[in-house]
């Protein structure tokens, strides 16, 4: 089956540090690959997506590039903002399955002034 | 942001009692999905809808029912609410096969006391 694995929180920064959180997939086909955010008290938001190998997803200053070699979508910022303290997901769909997305646990980011 | 919305946003309600949710979109979106968010789980599907009156069960349905008898409102229902079922609830939307991202309403925090 499909799977995401992503690294466990909270992970902790001070305001500018850089940031990676870790996320590894298995899946039985060609995935596309996200990275969703989630705020206290709302949904989901679409921060960035990758849809072939090699493809860098980009937004607000966060990267991800999708490396089929090492099934692996890590997230990146090089400046974090006490404004991106927030739960951060991994998913994956395969473009055949009706656009089912398989979620990652989630990890929390705090990041502190 | 995509016209999502859910109602009720909070709803408190006793074991054995049935309780409908609703999600209301107004992108005219084909597929339309009921996710629940629980800690440690982060977010399971429950079911989905691939069109009026087409939905299918997703990884945790057991316990709930869907309805979708109009493009923009899909229906989850628990025929006999348990406290296992207190979480928060997530409708999402996706407009067609070659999009594939979901756009997420705002929750409904059910309790089940």
């Known amino acids: 089956g499909n799977s995401v694995t992503q690294m466990e929180g909270p992970v902790t920064l001070s305001e500018e540090a850089f940031l990676t959180i870790n996320c590894t997939y298995t899946a039985t086909g060609y995935p596309s690959l996200f990275w969703y955010v989630q705020y206290p008290g709302e949904g989901l938001q679409l921060l960035l997506k990758a849809t072939k190998a090699d493809d860098k997803g980009s937004n607000k200053g966060f990267e991800a590039t999708y490396r089929k070699e090492t099934t692996s979508f890590h997230l990146e910022k090089g400046s974090v903002q006490v404004s991106d303290s927030a739960v951060y997901f991994c998913a994956l769909t395969l473009n055949n399955a009706g656009n089912m997305l398989t979620f990652g646990g989630g990890t929390r980011l705090m990041v502190k002034p | 942001d995509a016209g999502i919305t859910q109602s009720p946003r909070h709803k408190v309600t006793e074991t054995g009692t049935p309780v409908t949710l609703r999600c209301h979109q107004t992108?005219?979106?084909?597929?339309m999905y009921w996710y629940r968010q629980d800690p440690g789980h982060g977010l399971r599907l429950i079911h989905y809808s691939y069109g009026v009156k087409d939905t299918d069960k997703g990884e945790v349905s057991d316990g709930y029912s869907v309805s979708r008898s109009k493009t923009e409102d899909f229906l989850l229902t628990l025929e006999s609410a348990t406290s296992s079922q207190t979480s928060v609830y997530f409708c999402?939307?996706?407009?067609?096969?070659?999009?594939?991202?979901?756009?997420f309403g705002p929750g409904t925090r059910l309790t089940v006391t």
């Open positions: 999402a939307i996706s407009p067609t096969s070659g999009m594939l991202e979901q756009y």
């Open positions: 992108e005219n979106h084909r597929y």
